[in-house]
């Protein structure tokens, strides 16, 4: 304690805890990355990217629907209801207990929110994988969240973009977690069926299960940059092979040169990337279903039927064959 705080009225140290307090009042956010204090307001009008280093520190589902859906306004679609504890889980507290406590944290139901608005007046449904839910982890609940952002894609006939952050499977469940990339599979399948776009963004950290199924079946790949994205941690993969791995190893720019990640997108232009995508996918708006009056249809491809002539020497070749 220096000399300043010793003589600091109690009444203004009070004031000052209070204003640095709370996400709400919070005055100084300290940057994980390079440690430089930056103003929260400050923080917020760059989307929590870091002004000194570029580091895209994690933000919620609402801060991310109010910077890509137009003016800020979309709906939210709810989850369906799964099963709170199908394995009756319990480590070194109760499973449903676990669920309550971060349902109160994150003000959410699961890992995942859905909601639904216009990019660029295109509608679009976006799912957003929460990694302050249990670390994204995919369970029953987030499976069912997946199928209904897929369901409401289709009967809406609007693309799907999911922002994906994940530790994997929820071990919590079991089995039941991993039956969930199958199912995750089906509901890109459906959506892709219907002749809509689905857009994976890649967020810091994509991994496991998650990485296994829906985020690496996009009709196109974004990162944020600095993502860590794989199966396995570089960690195990190192201690496995009994190799040091390369410099940026299953980071979003090293993945993007080797192929794997189309392109990597920072924050603040992420909705010019994506609604220039969205609007290409969507013919400017038309459904991806139905043929615009300006565009002429591709011919049908069929095999014309031979005249009489042609079949009767196909017919005397293969006699003669036959002799």
């Known amino acids: 304690m220096n000399w300043l705080s010793n003589i600091t009225p109690p009444g203004i140290k009070k004031m000052l ?4 307090d709370g996400n709400d009042n919070k005055l100084w956010t300290k940057c994980p990355n390079c440690g430089e204090m930056v103003f929260h307001k400050d923080l917020e009008a760059s989307q929590h990217v870091c002004p000194a280093c570029n580091h895209h520190m994690a933000i919620g589902a609402a801060e991310r629907f109010e910077a890509l859906f137009d003016d800020g306004m979309w709906d939210k679609i709810e989850l369906p209801d799964v099963v709170a504890d199908p394995l009756k889980f319990r480590d070194e507290k109760k499973y449903t207990d676990r669920l309550k406590e971060y349902r109160r944290k ?3 139901k699961d890992a995942l929110t859905i909601g639904a608005g216009k990019v660029d007046g295109v509608n679009t ?6 990694f302050a839910f249990m670390g994204g982890s995919m369970g029953m609940g987030l499976g069912e969240g997946i199928l209904k952002a897929a369901q409401e894609a289709v009967s809406r006939k609007a693309p799907l973009v999911i922002f994906t952050a994940s530790g994997g499977a929820r071990m919590q469940e079991g089995i039941l977690s991993l039956m969930q990339m199958p199912r995750t599979t089906i509901a890109v399948q459906m959506v892709k069926e219907a002749g809509l776009p689905y857009i994976v963004v890649l967020t810091h950290p994509t991994t496991g299960g998650v990485t296994a199924s829906y ?8 990162a944020e940059p600095g993502a860590l994205i794989g199966f396995a941690g570089p960690r195990v993969i190192e ?5 040091k791995l390369p410099e940026g190893f299953q980071r979003a720019e090293y993945l993007n040169e080797k ?6 997108v920072p924050r603040p232009e992420m909705k010019k990337t994506l ?3 969205l609007r290409v996918f969507m013919r400017h708006g038309v459904k991806a279903a139905e043929t615009p009056d300006n565009v002429t249809p591709l011919p049908v491809m069929t095999t014309p039927k031979p005249d009489d002539a042609e079949e009767a020497s196909n017919k005397d070749a293969l006699d003669k064959a036959a002799e």
Do not use: P, W, Y
Request: zero cysteines; charged letters at 20%.
């Open 17 to 20: 805890r209070q204003l640095d």
């Open 106 to 108: 994150t003000g959410e």
């Open 125 to 130: 449904i976006i799912a957003v994988q929460n």
């Open 215 to 222: 985020a690496m079946l996009g009709d196109v790949h974004l």
């Open 239 to 243: 201690q496995t092979i009994r190799e």
């Open 259 to 264: 192929g794997m990640v189309d392109m990597v």
């Open 275 to 277: 609604s220039g995508l």
